[in-house]
């Protein structure tokens, strides 16, 4: 079993930044990709950001040049620095995982952009 446990999020006003923390522990024998999707209400999630192994990471249209993932492989980590923050970012954002080609969601941590 994987575990993610996401730290961060919270309240910012608008062009403000934020940063995403996201730990993914337990039996992590082959992480595939990490990253951040989000969800607005009564939406699907949508992809925000995701770093695959081995490959340049992939972000959404609406993040892109704001918004900076990285991993950590030895600590099974990946953040998400939020920069120039919207209104419109306001979401709940998830951490994503791919660990033995099985998905795997953290609990959602909540951004509140306001103007």
Do not use: H
């Not at 972000?59 to 492989?73: A, E, H, P």
């Amino acid at each position: 079993q994987v575990q993610l446990v996401e730290s961060g999020g919270g309240l910012a006003q608008d062009g403000e930044s934020l940063t995403l923390s996201c730990a993914a522990s337990g039996r992590l024998f082959r992480v595939n990709s990490m990253g951040w999707y989000r969800q607005y209400p009564g939406k699907e999630r949508e992809l925000v950001a995701l770093a695959p192994s081995g490959a340049s990471p992939n972000y959404g249209d609406s993040v892109k040049g704001r918004f900076t993932i990285s991993r950590d492989n030895a600590k099974s980590t990946v953040t998400l620095q939020m920069n120039s923050l919207k209104p419109e970012d306001t979401a709940v954002y998830y951490c994503y995982a791919n660990v033995n080609y099985s998905r795997y969601w953290g609990r959602g941590t909540l951004v509140t952009v306001s103007s």
